[in-house]
């Protein structure tokens, strides 16, 4: 449908005579049963009302008017000065029937508040997982929107075309503005390209993290912000939420158009198997169909194993003669059994994370960041975060707590001392990647047949975390499989094997020497003979270069 550009500059014009009209919006007319309706935003210089709503019918055509002053449609842009009511009109496509540019660039404006605003969500609702985002560019759009609708509901008319028939050409319309402030992110490094993804720069999100307080009370002050000014400010706002066509919002709310498409599905994680959305619902069914391509699966089984929790589970299937296996991890907070007494002892040396949801998050972005840099990790090959379920390569080897036990009862052997040394110098690697294991205990080691170490749970892992706790952690802890009749010749062979492999792979010899600390040895003294704690500090001393 055509608009008439003389009629609704006549029919606007007359609302406001003696008025400089600054600019003027039109949206898309759009066909009900009761004739055609036109949305219209009027913004004039010096408007005296503030903010005023007008009904007009010309013909068949229903014009709905919002006319508002340009100081305060320009601070609403900048600062959700009327929690983005009105600027929201600059997500949706319109025609600039007055205004050479100027609904442009305060489209450009908003949408630039908008990403970042959005860029800040991600990096403090994903914190360990931010890094790992691959983001569709269309995130940026159906995020804000879904936001807004959320908080005023009736505002969803005028984002209709969002899924209607034309939803193609009104996306790609509003993200002409979004491709320009993606643009200008990109060059100022605050977002990159990989493929046709976005992700969140490092910076960026390391200075939101030393920021999270200040971010998340101006977001809650975004979101919550139209209350005050509807109460303190303007009495004629209130009836903004009204002026939404009550007919079309009305259709959109009962069902007669789909709702907005949800924004997870425009978020992505990289697996083995390809690209996995964090909308997925699926879970170990959907990694089954995810193999199918590469051969016939059956006799799927899974099997619950290790842990208090069963939330371990071995996955077993026949892919054609071959059985093949694959671990199941299902993320719960079972604060009590697991991770609360460790939480208690460490307290004020190392922070454990206990939710489920954080430890899934920690291990995916630890283990994809690893793989990358060529550690031996096992590949992820599934990650449902609204199952809070991995699926991931299940390692046949020796488990490095036979190695230790074998360590403390034999001394120094050949076998022992290789493995221990290539574990130390695995940890440097991993250290020297600016990343922490977190929960570095022999158990969460295994040596495959070709004697080639891997780390087999990253739940704790993080980007800068403590490198000391994760030496002390491994020896000390390693140290209480030792018994009052061990000779501590061999607790001192372990150490010693364990951090020659660390030095030599450029591991700080300062760290080495703080495992000596009283903010370590006092954790571990509830489960490790003293004699065994001392032996093991005074071997990390000697073996550190002063």
């Given amino acids: 449908m055509k608009v008439d550009k003389e009629k609704t500059l006549?029919?606007?014009?007359?609302?406001?005579?003696?008025?400089?009209?600054?600019?003027?919006y039109?949206?898309?007319?759009?066909?009900?049963?009761?004739?055609?309706?036109?949305?219209?935003?009027?913004?004039?210089?010096?408007?005296?009302?503030g903010i005023r709503i007008y009904r007009r019918k010309r013909g068949e055509t229903s014009f709905f008017v919002l006319a508002v002053d340009k100081g305060l449609f320009e601070r609403d842009v900048k600062e959700a000065?009327?929690?983005?009511?009105?600027?929201?009109?600059?997500?949706?496509?319109?025609?600039?029937?007055?205004?050479?540019?100027?609904?442009?660039?305060?489209?450009?404006?908003?949408?630039?508040?908008k990403v970042e605003e959005t860029m800040t969500r991600l990096a403090l609702e994903y914190p360990h997982l931010s890094l790992e985002l691959l983001i569709e560019p269309n995130y940026f759009l159906f995020e804000p929107l879904c936001k807004i609708t959320q908080i005023y509901p009736p505002v969803t008319s005028i984002y209709m075309e969002f899924e209607g028939e034309s939803r193609e050409n009104a996306v790609e319309a509003s993200m002409v503005g979004y491709g320009e402030v993606l643009g200008k992110l990109v060059q100022e490094g605050k977002l990159h390209f990989r493929d046709s993804y976005l992700l969140l720069d490092r910076g960026f999100i390391e200075e939101t993290r030393r920021h999270r307080f200040r971010a998340v009370n101006f977001l809650k002050m975004v979101d919550k912000s139209l209350r005050p000014y509807l109460a303190r400010v303007f009495s004629k706002v209130a009836e903004l939420l009204?002026?939404?066509?009550?007919?079309?919002?009305?259709?959109?709310?009962?069902?007669?158009?789909?709702?907005?498409?949800?924004?997870?599905?425009?978020?992505?994680?990289?697996?083995?198997?390809?690209?996995?959305?964090?909308?997925?619902?699926?879970?170990?069914?959907?990694?089954?169909?995810?193999?199918?391509?590469?051969?016939?699966?059956?006799?799927?089984?899974?099997?619950?194993?290790?842990?208090?929790?069963?939330?371990?589970?071995?996955?077993?299937?026949r892919r054609g003669e071959m059985e093949e296996k694959a671990l199941v991890k299902k993320y719960q907070n079972w604060i009590g059994f697991k991770w609360f007494p460790l939480a208690l002892w460490t307290l004020g040396t190392q922070d454990f994370s206990v939710l489920g949801r954080s430890r899934l998050e920690r291990e995916y972005a630890i283990s994809t960041l690893l793989q990358r840099q060529g550690c031996p990790v096992p590949s992820v090959y599934h990650v449902n975060l609204n199952r809070l379920i991995l699926i991931r390569e299940f390692v046949e080897g020796e488990n490095l707590v036979d190695t230790v036990r074998d360590v403390l009862l034999k001394g120094e052997s050949f076998e022992g001392a290789d493995r221990l040394r290539c574990l130390g110098g695995l940890i440097a690697h991993v250290h020297s990647l600016g990343v922490t294991i977190g929960d570095c205990k022999p158990e969460n080691f295994i040596a495959s047949?070709?004697?080639?170490i891997y780390i087999i749970d990253l739940e704790q892992g993080a980007h800068n975390g403590n490198p000391v706790w994760d030496l002390?952690?491994?020896?000390?802890?390693?140290?209480?499989?030792?018994?009052?009749?061990?000779?501590?010749?061999?607790?001192?062979?372990?150490?010693?094997?364990?951090?020659?492999?660390?030095?030599e792979r450029g591991g700080d010899p300062k760290k080495v020497a703080a495992i000596g600390g009283l903010q370590y040895t006092k954790v571990f003294s509830l489960f490790t003979l003293p004699q065994v704690i001392y032996t093991i500090s005074r071997t990390c001393r000697e073996e550190a270069p002063r």
């Fill in 10 to 24: 006549d029919t606007v014009r007359g609302l406001y005579p003696q008025g400089a009209l600054k600019a003027l």
């Fill in 26 to 49: 039109i949206s898309s007319p759009r066909r009900f049963h009761e004739g055609i309706r036109l949305d219209v935003l009027a913004i004039w210089e010096k408007y005296p009302a």
């Fill in 81 to 113: 000065f009327l929690g983005d009511i009105i600027a929201a009109w600059l997500l949706a496509p319109y025609k600039e029937l007055v205004g050479s540019g100027y609904l442009w660039k305060h489209e450009v404006l908003f949408k630039r508040r």
């Fill in 242 to 317: 009204s002026f939404y066509p009550e007919a079309g919002a009305q259709n959109l709310l009962e069902g007669g158009s789909r709702k907005l498409r949800d924004p997870k599905t425009f978020l992505h994680l990289s697996t083995t198997l390809g690209i996995v959305s964090l909308s997925e619902a699926t879970g170990i069914e959907d990694f089954v169909k995810r193999m199918e391509p590469l051969g016939k699966i059956s006799d799927v089984k899974l099997e619950p194993c290790g842990g208090v929790l069963n939330d371990v589970y071995v996955l077993r299937f």
């Fill in 449 to 452: 047949s070709n004697e080639r």
């Fill in 472 to 503: 002390a952690e491994l020896l000390y802890y390693s140290g209480h499989y030792a018994s009052i009749s061990t000779n501590l010749e061999y607790v001192s062979d372990l150490a010693r094997m364990f951090t020659r492999g660390y030095l």
